[in-house]
């Protein structure tokens, strides 16, 4: 069964940085897109950063520039580096498979909390 488990979040003051961590189990991480998403308090999850299985990136128009999404397929682990946070970023992170496979649920997430 494949399991998902995000690190690094933190609280931090904005204008900070955090490098968030994303290990999956199974043999499955190497050959497919990543994503990285996220979830406000109140709010639906949204989607954040993409990386192919190759290495190609896609952002949110809302972290571009800001946010850095990276993969080490050795390691089965992908990584968001955020830096330059804003209070708006606050929200739990979270990381899967795209698409989704059947079977794969999500992981608990890492918290980020970023004050004014």
């Known amino acids: 069964q494949v399991q998902l488990v995000e690190s690094g979040g933190g609280l931090v003051q904005a204008g900070g940085s955090l490098r968030l961590s994303c290990v999956a189990s199974g043999n499955i991480f190497s050959i497919n897109s990543m994503a990285w998403y996220r979830q406000p308090p109140g709010n639906q999850m949204e989607f954040v950063a993409v990386?192919?299985?190759?290495?190609?990136?896609n952002y949110a128009d809302s972290v571009k520039g800001r946010f850095t999404i990276s993969r080490d397929n050795a390691k089965n682990t992908m990584y968001l580096q955020l830096n330059n946070l804003k209070p708006e970023d606050t929200a739990v992170y979270f990381c899967n498979y795209v698409p989704r496979p059947s079977g794969v649920g999500w992981g608990q997430g890492t918290q980020v909390t970023v004050s004014p």
């Open positions: 990386i192919t299985a190759g290495g190609t990136p």
